[in-house]
């Protein structure tokens, strides 16, 4: 099954596409005008008022049709048509999925020689295919050179799910049965909400994407080398997920309901009201979901040349429940100035309920220990996110002047019931043992930033800001064991922990960006000094770290002919240890696998590289990029075992990893009914530490296969392929998973039903193996992921609209930097 689909996986994604018809340019010359108009505007979709990028915009001449010059859109969705001679033109605006639109009667003259088109508004495509009217389709997944954009509204796979479910459709992303991301095979990538940090101050990754359902996402930008404008943490870049924020005039929002099978139910509300000078948004969901998973770890020692054998079988219930609210307005206070202030308030819980029986054996396989341990723990966190912004625009085009003041405050409690009942090798109960964990964590993070833009005529543009991160964490974890004799819970002194944490970067940062013809070109350069104090308030210990660094970017870009494109980029990063990474806290769950943090950790420091080339053939795109990434100090997760059998998992610096690839990604319309959107990367690791070699080969491929069976009916087909990968201690085994998901529209498209099921061959698990001097584990593990969903959402009518479109205020939440 694995081999089959994989070999037509890999055939479609590199299916050969016609090449269009090319045409070269024509200028007028009868009459000897000099060159010198222009005519400019952007290109947006008509009813969602998003940006549209690499829309082909082509200028013709009225009298005889003939064309005099073409472009593209940029990240902005700005086109501009430059050196043109007097006359009287029309445009062609089209892009994929859309339908063509004209614009006639452009004069240029010299009381005009500069006309700006505007918004210009693109519909989406409908085609009559015998008595069936299908409607274009935007592209759910948009590769450009310098980010992957996933339109959420058009993963229908992702339905009635969370970000976890949408990040593992980007290309060379993937996604563990923890919801741990990783790209290009490695997991230090930062997460922005709205191009801001989460609320959730101190969370892992796994926990913020999981707090997120998919039906509040409006789309998710990967950008692997951002600009001195951004902070360079994260070493494989940003991930940035931008909410739903409608700014159409009146009043509109959408209600979604959906219900999963064992115990998967989420709704969400959003809502907006627009009126010429206010803004109002607010929006709120929940979710609950219940996981069953499965397990076990057979590990084989070898302690002072005497081996014994390690068998763990573990089965529980994950249960994980949310609340989320979110509301702001936008005050357009007049044509340059905009006030933005948003509250978000994020209450969730991880609750789990497990037993792991643990054997013991000796060489022969012969029992010598036995015991089953059950584990109840109530995880609940909550956390409020305040934001107030300003943005000034100038009468000069371009120029711009924005600030942030952001506050969040996150909170965490943790309760653990732990039974561990004791067996003699007969299987004869002869004990139990029981304890109680109590933990709570407490995180406040302030930041303060402002950045500032001017493109001078002549010149190119300047851009620069500032940046302040004030972070204050406090963790505190105890541990209680139960005393028979005296029916008393007796605290252990030994494994309090009274953790304190505190991070301040200032950051400064410049940046020069100007073009030559079709050619592109951004230099920065970000100066940042971090300052790092830690300390143990039971054990007394501290620890202090202080650095300065900076950190350059260059982005460069040339225009081809024929709709080509290539662009070099380079950014040095930093991957900072994070407060759990560090904290000295032990984690006996498994009191044979214990984990606990290291405070001697250094940040590791990257330098990446990114030669990216896009090529449209037809309606047909082509992506393709070769990266290099080179580690110094990279921290890595390490395991290793203690002569009285226990493993223990930390972190540490090894010396340096380095990594290389390749990425293909491609769109194509096979049919006007059915698009393809595909992907492949390679990518090869090394890790190194001092006598210590390990190399890895692995590859992923995406495959999107997308149906318009009519104009409100499509069906979508996700197929998705993790080769083999080697780690700094082993390995894991390849995944292959298949998603499938079907979509009805009723009342114009108002109404909508979806039906979905994930993994359907139900072939999602991890296989993994562990080496270390003493020890050889294999592990495998399972959770619930052939599920099926039936969802129904209702967007509101946009009521009248507000014509004032000029006081519209514009998001800042994407990514669009060059």
């Known amino acids: 099954m694995k081999k089959s689909s994989l070999i037509i996986l890999i055939f479609v994604v590199f299916i050969s596409c016609s090449v269009t018809a090319q045409y070269s340019d024509k200028r007028n010359n009868q009459n000897g005008n000099t060159a010198i108009g222009r005519i400019s505007g952007s290109l947006r979709d008509a009813q969602t008022n998003q940006i549209i990028e690499y829309g082909n915009v082509v200028l013709y001449q009225s009298k005889d049709s003939s064309m005099v010059n073409g472009t593209i859109s940029d990240k902005e969705g700005k086109f501009k048509l430059e050196n043109l001679q007097f006359g009287m033109y029309y445009i062609k605006a089209s892009y994929i999925g859309y339908a063509t639109k004209f614009i006639d009667s452009i004069r240029v003259n010299p009381k005009s020689l500069e006309v700006d088109l505007g918004k210009i508004l693109l519909d989406e495509q409908s085609i009559e295919l015998g008595n069936v009217l299908v409607t274009g389709q935007k592209e759910m997944v948009i590769n450009n050179l310098d980010k992957k ?243 000034k625009t100038f009468d000069k085009k371009g120029e711009e002047l924005t600030a942030d003041i952001i506050l969040g405050d996150f909170s965490m409690d943790r309760t653990e019931d732990i039974v561990q009942s004791n067996y003699d090798v007969n299987l004869n109960p002869t004990s139990n043992d029981l304890e109680k964990g109590l933990s709570s964590n407490s995180n406040e993070q302030w930041t303060i930033q402002s950045n500032y833009i001017n493109p001078i005529e002549d010149f190119g543009r300047i851009e620069t800001g500032f940046k302040v991160t004030l972070k204050d964490l406090n963790s505190k974890n105890d541990y209680e064991n139960f005393d028979p004799n005296s029916s008393l819970w007796i605290e252990d002194p030994l494994r309090k922990t009274d953790f304190d944490y505190k991070e301040q970067i200032y950051a400064v940062y410049g940046i020069y960006s100007n073009n030559i013809n079709k050619f592109q070109y951004q230099v920065g350069l970000r100066a940042e000094q971090a300052n790092v104090d830690g300390s143990e308030a039971v054990t007394l210990t501290a620890f202090n770290k202080n650095y300065f660094a900076f950190y350059p970017t260059i982005h460069l870009v040339q225009g081809l002919p024929d709709d080509q494109e290539i662009q070099l980029s380079y950014s040095r990063r930093v991957e900072r240890p994070n407060n759990r990474q560090l904290n000295p806290y032990v984690d006996k769950s498994d009191s044979l696998n214990i984990q606990y943090g290291n405070p001697e950790l250094d940040p590791e420091f990257v330098n990446s590289i990114d030669l990216g080339y896009s090529k449209y053939f037809g309606k047909t795109s082509l992506t393709s990029s070769i990266f290099y990434k080179l580690t110094n100090d990279a921290i890595t997760n390490y395991t290793s075992l203690r002569n009285d059998g226990v493993t223990e998992n930390t972190w540490r610096n090894i010396a340096n990893s380095s990594s290389y690839g390749v990425e293909l990604t491609a769109a194509h319309p096979v049919f006007e009914w059915l698009r393809l959107n595909g992907s492949a990367s390679y990518f090869y690791t090394r890790f190194e530490e001092q006598q210590f070699v390990k190399k890895d080969n692995s590859w992923i491929a995406k495959l999107s296969m997308m149906i318009l069976l009519s104009k409100d009916f499509n069906i979508q087909i996700n197929a998705n392929y993790n080769s083999p990968i080697v780690t700094a201690q082993g390995s894991i085994k390849e995944v292959f998973t298949t998603d499938f998901a079907a979509k009805k529209d009723f009342m114009d498209g108002q109404l909508s039903v979806t039906f979905r099921v994930s993994d359907i061959f139900n072939t999602r698990d991890m296989e993994s193996v562990t080496n270390g001097i003493n020890f050889y584990s294999e592990s495998y593990r399972k959770m619930e992921s052939r599920v099926a969903y039936l969802g129904i959402s209702y967007r509101l009518s946009p009521g009248n609209g507000n014509k004032d479109k000029d006081k519209r205020p514009r998001t800042d939440e994407g990514m669009d930097e060059f």
């Open 149 to 391: 954009v996933i339109n959420v509204e058009k993963d229908l796979t992702s339905t009635g799910g969370s970000a976890v479910d949408v990040v593992g459709n980007i290309p060379s992303i993937t996604v563990d049965l923890d919801g741990n991301v990783s790209f290009r095979g490695n997991q230090n990538i930062i997460i922005l909400i709205d191009g801001k940090p989460s609320a959730l101050v101190g969370a892992s990754n796994s926990d913020i994407l999981n707090s997120i359902p998919a039906s509040s996402i409006e789309s998710i930008e990967l950008v692997t080398n951002p600009s001195a404008r951004y902070d360079p943490d994260g070493s494989s870049g940003i991930l940035n997920i931008i909410l739903k924020k409608r700014i159409d005039g009146g009043l509109n929002g959408a209600v979604s309901l959906n219900v999963g099978t064992g115990d998967k139910y989420n709704g969400s509300i959003n809502l907006n009201y627009r009126t010429p000078y206010f803004n109002f948004f607010g929006s709120y969901d929940s979710r609950i979901m219940n996981n069953e998973n499965q397990g076990n770890t057979l590990r084989t020692n070898n302690i002072n040349n005497s081996i014994s054998y390690l068998d763990q079988q573990n089965n529980g219930l994950f249960k994980f429940g949310s609340h989320n609210f979110g509301a702001g307005l936008d005050y357009l206070y007049d044509d340059f100035n905009t006030f933005t202030f948003s509250y978000r308030f994020r209450k969730f819980g991880f609750d789990s309920d497990g037993i792991v029986e643990t054997s013991n054996k000796d060489s022969a396989n012969q029992l010598t220990n036995y015991f089953e341990r059950s584990n109840v723990a109530d995880r609940n966190m909550g956390g409020s996110n305040y934001t107030l912004s300003y943005r």
